[in-house]
């Protein structure tokens, strides 16, 4: 196995000469370690000891460059395959839980896009403290993963919750991440997201389209990524930046978006359409820009060929992914389109629900396959699309 790289985070606690053990554990696993430290870890062990036993550099304030070509603390957080905050003080999960940047160790962990986890240590009436506990129950609903102290004595005299987890279990947990069978369950798999409305042309400087912000999709998109899927982004007009390590086509009309998925169709493995495609178009878009008449006008339409269906009418292997955004009676409408789309899963939304639909950041759906229905409460979008998607993904890849 290629050499995985681990970022250590150490933060002020009497348990940082135990996160000196765990580097050296690491290291003897074949791990590429670099250790990150606050003031406060310095007090209890030099930056020397961790960089004796990780033979790499320390590091310890945000403003200390040490290659100008870079800017470490987003250097490391991409650098890193998995963070491990290794002392967790109830200071440093504080500041996390709030999106404090004020640190090497807070700012990094901000910048990363590497799975995190959180080893607390502290004494045991400031772990079962209230602010504590919601704190990190906050963490753990943005997707941070807790490594449970142990039970037994503290430095501070008492005995309870509130030991770090020993350097050896710890290492052992990371070995067994980084091996187990097939830890990202989209690994291998092709998947095409659209996103956006369409845009259809009625003339040089007018259109028809809607309020889809893409947000949904992009969320769809990285969710994806995250799980290990190779992602391509058809992303109809919208005004978002393209996530890290996702291939984005630009498109504008029904007409294109068709295009671009029908001619990546044969090699996908699932297909997820977000996008708010336009049903019908101008039937002339006029070269010129239109002139006003006297008295009213009308535009005549025609419709646009549905991707959707026409994907579930060619499909062989793979797995359809749709949406329905509704208004009214959402559920009988999703289970109307599952059917005469050939979709596997339908995810329906509520656009008047006010937690949910277009522009929001939040959602509120139920997808809807063959089995039957499963509800989701009102999510951050990017929160709901991992979930779907590992669900999904468990449902239809993980056989282990
Ligand atoms: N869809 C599509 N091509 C279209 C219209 C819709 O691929 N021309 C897809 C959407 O991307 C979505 C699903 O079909 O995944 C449902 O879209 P929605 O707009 O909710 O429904 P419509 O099929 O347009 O049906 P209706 O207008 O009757 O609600």
Redo the contacts with the bound molecule.
Sequence with gaps: MEQKKVLLAVTGGIAVYKAVALTSKLVQANFDVKVMMTESAQQFVTPLSFQAMSRNDVYVDTFDEKDSAKIAHIDLADWADLIIVAPATANVIGKLANGIADDMITTTLLATEAPIWIAPAMNVHMYANRAVERNMQVLREDGLTFIEPGEGYLACGYVGKGRMEEPEAITERVVRYFTEANPLPLKGKRVIV?AGP?LERIDPVRYISNFSSGKMGFAMAEAARDLGADVTLVAGPVSLDTPARIQRIDVES?AD??EAVLSRYDEADIVI???????YRPKHAADQKMKKQEGDAAIELE?????????GAQKTHQLL??????TNDALT?GRG?LE??N?DY??VNDVTNPDGGFGNDTNVVTLVSREGEKSYPALDKRMLAHQLLTYISEKEFDHS
């Design positions: 659209t369409t029904a978006m068709l359409k977000s996008a708010a495609v336009a049903d419709r646009t060929t549905d991707i959707l269906k026409t994907l992914i749709g949406f329905a955004a509704e409408y389109k005469s789309k979709a339908i995810i």
